[in-house]
């Protein structure tokens, strides 16, 4: 299969420090939880030949996703983000992947319409289509092909430094915002933001116990 999504996932009650104050960790975990639910979801649904591999410390999304039919990896120990993607570039390459779509699991809106208009970009030349959060700070969605083109950095400024490696590999950048893709709940701002934009039912979807 030439095409990956390749889905990071942090440990679900563990992640979302940030969000400490306006929820508890119940609630952190149930939002984190139907957040990558959502997720697995959008890609069963997609009609666009694919592999799905996750990656997680955390057992408990790992078995979620096997429920899903995808592939999974074990990250270890504390090996970062951006080590445990070069891991799984590492796996999807021994599937001779030509291309890769990274799609983290914080993404409260994205759907298949959305996965499937970014699997539907063609450049025939090696290409990097990155999709940066809506202050354009982070990188919500990065996909490229060869899979290996430039090497992760994810984190706070990551979409700047994703573009100048790719400048420096002197291939075609593509910058896109998607619907469904600019928000991801990092902070308060963002989880009011989100609540906002949801209705009273959705809301229940996503943070009820």
């Known amino acids: ?42 890609l069963k649904d997609i009609s666009i030949p694919h592999q799905v591999l996750v990656v997680s410390k955390d057992s408990s999304v790992l078995s979620l996703a096997r429920s899903y039919k995808t592939k999974t990896l074990q990250e270890d120990g504390e090996s970062g983000l951006n080590l445990a993607l070069k891991k799984s570039i590492q796996v999807i390459k021994a599937y001779s992947a030509q ?3 990274i799609l983290p699991a914080d993404l409260p809106f994205i759907t298949k319409e959305v996965i499937e208009g970014v699997m ?32 992760f950095s994810f984190g706070p400024g990551s979409f700047e430094r994703h573009v100048r490696q790719a400048q420096s590999q002197n291939v075609h950048i ?34 009820q116990i």
């Not at 149930?30 to 697995?40: D, I, S």
């Not at 063609?122 to 940066?132: A, H, M, W």
């Not at 963002?190 to 039912?201: A, C, I, R, T």
């Open 120 to 151: 539907n970009y063609v450049e025939e030349k090696p290409f990097v289509l990155i999709s940066p959060d809506r202050k354009m700070n982070g990188t919500n969605l990065l996909f490229m092909s060869p899979p290996d083109l430039i090497d």
């Open 174 to 207: 593509e910058v896109r915002k998607f619907d469904g893709v600019e928000l991801d709940i990092d902070s308060p701002e963002d989880l009011e933001l989100f609540q906002k934009l949801m209705s009273y039912e959705s809301k229940n979807q996503y943070l």
């Open 1 to 42: 299969m030439s095409l990956w999504v390749i889905v990071p996932v942090k440990p679900l009650r563990r992640s979302k420090s940030k969000l400490t104050n306006v929820l508890s960790e119940d609630e952190r975990a149930v939002l984190n939880l139907n957040m990558y639910e959502n997720t697995l979801k959008a």
């Open 99 to 101: 291309s890769v779509l």
